[in-house]
């Protein structure tokens, strides 16, 4: 019987169309993910291949996810079908066994999705072998590849998926609640998303994402490049857990449904259609009279209609159960990410209005799926409850019903959006903070968001109508806005082609929606006319009556052309082509516009034209004198001063080459030199010129160079393209803005796949360690050496600029500010300009001026801030060197970037980043904002005191040195908690960092801008240096170091000259540590086997441990080799303190050289945990099992 | 106020021609439509309720032109469709009343009286309050006539109204139709002869698109008087009498068929002589259009 109805199933399948659609689709979406751009889902990035197993899985793991789409169309209807082809009343009453009907449509149906499912693997496999791919990016071809990930992922995931699918339309009988449990699916596996950004949370995460796509995720986050080229996907850990975990639950359901399938035709629903009796009462129909009513046309029962019909399809919607779940649903996932909101080393921010408006984001997904569903079903509406005859022969104007419908659903998403915003304020209200501001939440959700649904609405609509087939317009809209995201790699970048565009950009605090508002208003305009003129055409041809063919409804459609609908549409293209004209004429016109590919050949011509010029010899600028005026309102300044230009080379200079910047809206109105000259070489193109002097500059002359620079916005461009540094609330630029000295090696293209496309040879980060031309220059450039300094920088009234430099004079003049910043000693050539609305904070500590200079409102954490500095100038003063200056000034700008950056004596700090940081439990929590102040005022020593040559490793000296010197000073302000807990986090970075290398992994001392190694690595470094040889000897080297280098000019210390000072102060038996940590990348297998104690006496506790040991080295592309071990490792066991918490009773390196290990251990208290290395000082992949609860001997675990 | 349907075309897109040089001309008073199933009447309707365009010809109703001045014929119309669903989760009222709003009855007072006249008149008072999910064929098939009715129309095209209805029902709604009738075009399209009978004044049969027969009932049977015929056979002899007589209808009495032929004479003695019936006029028309095509052949 099963086998009958498996074969029947197969065969019923074998001629279904759709089957083979379905392989049809996913065979090309896959074949052209990998041998185009115009899919895109994952792929090899950097020194990654594009066919490693890794890369195949994640491919073949993301379009599982598709697949579930598919398994719903398939196995949902596997049952459901008797009852819609209402055949159920002769099947069910044949002899037939439940078990077999069930099981053998389930298993028929499977095979065939397993079939379809098998498209993938094929896919991937034809692709990789296609004649176009570059083998240099391929490896050896593999057929395991393909098939591992098939089974692993898309078999489970299918079995399971399937499972409910099946199972709810078994039960249901409804179509519609198929598509439910898809959505459901779906939250799970963002909500799974959510979590995994929680590193306490990425267990469960793993485990929760029903496709398997997380357990894999964390499985391999820490493969490194040359793993992931090489490793097969490992079926065990978290993945075997999840497989077996889903494959359960999808036994389960097939178990239940089982039980509660039943033969009977008539369904027991829970919602029971009741049947009225047909009550006859005493009325007597034959009397009754129809009364006359009048009957009006017109203008004013138009628009009664209108309304009246509005609010009837508002309501409808509103009483759909699917709609219901799915609001519900999307809130759901939103209230489980407001649980970690903005989360940032597990600390959490306030919950600003913009924060929790990011939040409330995750909720367009399901406005969209609300906007193309309820558009189709409002359309159909009629037509499917085949009242559409009656309702079509009514007396009311064709575009009533269209209009009403859309309106309906505006009025639902008006609703919704408040429902937001309530959802919004209980967040806020549940953290504590009660500063709503309500003008932000409309400000955004009923203009940015509400016109988004607006323009999908109407084009869903519009698709709709002219389809007219409730499916394929589905499908079509919802492929439609995935193709939108396309558009960009088709060439298609501008604005005025991708539909939507316009967007309101970041919000922030200080510079409120700036300048967006403008760009954001005229795009939507220009959509909006769009979609009102295919909405217009959408009157014209829908469907009124029974005609449904294209010419029929035209002919129909022409008599609905009506004067006001022509005039409507005429309208709607003037707007839509005026609006247009006037968008390109601002972004195109008035702003210059390239797209990408245009930039990127301008790069390659700048690189192959100028590269010539790179190490010409040329002056350096060792003073700056400027005036510059800052127009916040317009988002204009102007720069006039001059540099004094000095050949510090043995040989004569004759040409000055001046590199401007390429900034569109930046001109140099002149540039001169104070001796006569002409212009040698001018290339327009790169705004490169080559100035010729009559008589060179001398070996030690000096020549002064005037210039001025203005910077003019004009009109407006693209929200992601426009500038957010010179804006109405808080400019923040720097030099890069003026002219520099020579080839600007920075505009190359970096990246090495796409030289090769451009036929450019492959190019090093940075220059080699010893390279004479590299420690001729500091981290700054070759422009400079030490500069003076001074600077008369002004704005408009009530806002505050500032420069580097001490304030000598400050003065009004109209409805202008002015301030003169003085620099009474040499600095480096980098200098910021700022000006915005501050308060200001101010304190002193000895002689210095210590000044917060922020955004009112955002007085959270500036006594974290004040602290900081003042912890930060006093550690290191003690221990480094007198601090240079006499101030220092934090000041806050827009969280257009997040990063603090350290200015000679000022700090600009991005308000994203810490003044909104909540700490909750300042035992638990790490407080950042103390923690960055503390890295940025260190940067005073660690690069402003001492620069560095521009070289490998430099990094290793200016950003890891101000990571270890804050890390001490949180080390003597926190708990040692917080700090294993920072460095966990920090651990955690580092091996997610080197994963996704792209070109290969340094050791620390050959660095080069690889911010994983020297901001993350660095910390768990240095921080275990200072343990193995004390935090003393450590700041004795830095001290040292600190002396040489101190102010000197060319040539630039770099990282060997460090490592030498390390090296004088590592006891001979720990000279190894500088090998390991510095010199090459070495990793830790720490594991605890096994953990026992047993209870001597009262205060006498033997713990014996079993633990293994390994240490590996790893190459640049992260494989490892094992190396003998001899190292000294930390053996620690934990009790509990009389606050109850974990403490550590034991704690001392023991010397280990081999695997495996055991210890005794008398402690005096009674011990919970222990282990090897359970601080985490070492590099290990797998931190979580360096300890263990210890159990009693022959007893249950002590927890 | 004449509807006025001259040299009506309409083929569907699979090639099915709907409508065939159609002419009629409808008065006040009720006019019936007799067709078998597939016989195009629905088309007609729909036609000439303004959501279906024909291909050719013209229809008039009094001065308007329905086939363009669509939004004034509706104003003026009421019709009920063949085959026809409801909001499945409101009740009869809120229904009723929405489309009323659509009909252009503003004024809400009034509204309300007509609604409730409405569904007293149709006998769905009790059940008004119930969704329109839960009603029974027959209640759906009565709202679906008060929905019609709405604002008086003056022109109220019924297609196939009392098919599901009992006899009591359909009784009833055959009056309200005739109280309707009098200064008013109803047309009324079916397949059972004894509505027609019972209530038009005028009426058409039509069949595969074309008209077959116009006039009133009356001269439809005085027409036919005098040339049916009646026979009970044996079921043997069913194909025999088949080839040599013009039957118009074949039936079953109590398992033996009785044939009803058509004949200017007493076809032989054997046949009795029977009172016509616009029954036969139908049959007459449909079968011996058929006989008569084949005969062709």
Redesign the interface.
Known sequence: MFKDIFLFELKYRKARAANYIYFGIMFLMCILAVTTDIVQIGGGVGQVKENAPIVIAQMIGIMAVFLSLIASAILGVAVLRDFEHNTEAILFSTPMKKFAYLMGRYWGSLVVLLLVASSLPLAFMIGDLWPTREAERLLPFNLITYWQPFFIFVVPNMFFCGAIFFASGALSRKSIVIYTQGIILLVLYLASQSMLRDLEQKEIAALLDPFGVRAFGFHTQYWTPGERNTLQIPFEGYILYNRLLWIGVGILVLIINHFAFSFNVVRGSIFKTRVFKDERITIKPEETKIPVAQQFTGFSTHLGQLLKLTIFYFKMVFKEIPFIAIVVAGMLLMFLNAMNMNELYGTSSYPTTYSVLGLLAVFNLFFVIIAVLYSGELIWKERAVNLNLIIDAMPMPDFISLISKFLGLLLVYLVLLFGLIICGIIIQASYGYYKFEIGVYFGSLYTETLAFLVLYTLLSMFIQVMVNNKFLGFAIAIAFSILVGFFGQMGLEHPLFQFGSGSLGTYSDMNVYGHFVTPFTWLQVYWLAFVVFLFAVAVIFSVRGSESVMNMRWKSGKLRLSKSLVRMMAMAVILFASTGFYIFYNTNILNEYSNSDDREDLQVDYENTLKKFEFLPQPKITSIDLKVDIYPSKRDFTAEGYFILKNKTSEPIADIHIQENAESALKTEYLKFDRKNGIKENFDKFKYTIYKLEQPLQPGDSLRMDFKTTFVTQGFVETSKSNTQVIFNGTFFNNMYFPSLGYNEGYEIGDDNKRKEKKLPEKERMMERNDPRGLAQSLFGDDADHINFKIQISTDKGQTAIAPGYLAKQWEEGDRVYFQYDMDAPMCNFFSMISANYAIKKDKWNDINLEIYYHPGHEYNLDHMMEGMKDALAYYEKHFSPYQYRQVRIMEFPRYASFAQSFANTIPFSEGIGFIAKIDDPDKDIDFTYYVTAHEVAHQWWGHQVMEAGVKGNAMLSESMSQYSALMVLKNKFTPEIIERYLKYELDRYLQGRASERKKEQPLEFVEGQGYIHYQKASLIFFALQDYIGEDSVNAAFQRFNEAWRFKDAPYPTSANLLDQIRKVTPDSLQYLIHDMFETITLFENKTETAEYEEKSKDQFEVTLKVTAEKFRADSTGLESNIPINDWIDIGIYGKNIAGKDSLIYLKKHKITQKENEYKIMVKSKPRKAGIDPLHKLIDRHSSDNTKGLIRKGKEPAS | MQLIIQNLNKTY?NGVQALKDVNITINQGMFGLLGPNGAGKSSLM?TI?????ADSGSITLGDLNVL?Q??EV??I?G???Q???????IDAVTLLD??????????KS??K??VE??L????L???RH??L????G??KQRF?IA?A?I??PKLIIVDEPTAGLDPAERN?FL??LSEIGENTVVILSTHIVEDVKELCTDMAIINKGQVLYKGSPMDAIAEVEGKVWKKRIAKSELEEYRKSFNIISERLIAGRPEITVLSDTQPDSSFDHTAADLEDVYFTHIFGTTNKEVAAQ
Do not use: C, D
């Open positions: 897109s729909r309720a303004t959501l279906q365009e363009t669509k939004e509706r104003k119309l019709y009920l469709p085959e026809f669903g409801v909001y499945p989760k929405h489309l009323a709003v659509l009909k252009g009855i503003t004024n009034e509204r009286g007509l006249a409405l007293h008149k149709t006998n008072w009790a059940a119930k969704n999910g839960g009603y029974s027959g209640m679906g929905q009715l604002a008086s009833r009056n309200l």
